[in-house]
């Protein structure tokens, strides 16, 4: 099993920038592949942006493509979501999520394993 938690959230401007991080516990972080969510108020969780074991092939949402990137550090134990150009639309709580898997999924449900969650507030 993998324990995350996440960290980075706050609030920031439009057009600003924040880095997100996500802690993974346990020795085997690389054999997951891992996955960015956000929920807005009312609205469902959907898929940010997702990346591969070795960090090799990464997929993301088209709301965000371009403006976010997703990355891992295996030696760390860390992923992370750099996201620039922020704006309202994407004001919410990030989750980060993972997987045992080879493949990179887009779906909550096929994701067992979630942090807690990070506030993040796009806002003039």
């Known amino acids: 099993q993998v324990q995350l938690v996440e960290s980075g959230g706050g609030l920031v401007q439009p057009g600003g920038s924040l880095r997100l991080s996500c802690a993974a516990s346990g020795r085997t972080f690389s054999s997951y592949a891992m996955g960015w969510f956000r929920q807005a108020p009312g609205k469902e969780r959907e898929f940010v942006a997702a990346?591969?074991?070795?960090?090799?092939?990464?997929y993301y949402a088209d709301s965000v493509k371009g403006r976010f990137t997703i990355s891992r550090d295996n030696a760390k134990n860390t992923v992370y979501l750099q996201m620039n150009s922020l704006k309202f639309e994407d004001t919410g709580v990030y989750y980060c999520?993972?997987?045992?898997?080879?493949?990179?999924?887009?779906?909550?449900?096929?994701?067992?394993?979630w942090g807690q969650g990070t506030q993040v507030t796009v806002s003039s």
């Open positions: 990346v591969s074991r070795s960090g090799g092939n990464t």
């Open positions: 999520a993972a997987e045992p898997t080879i493949a990179l999924h887009t779906t909550s449900q096929s994701y067992h394993y």
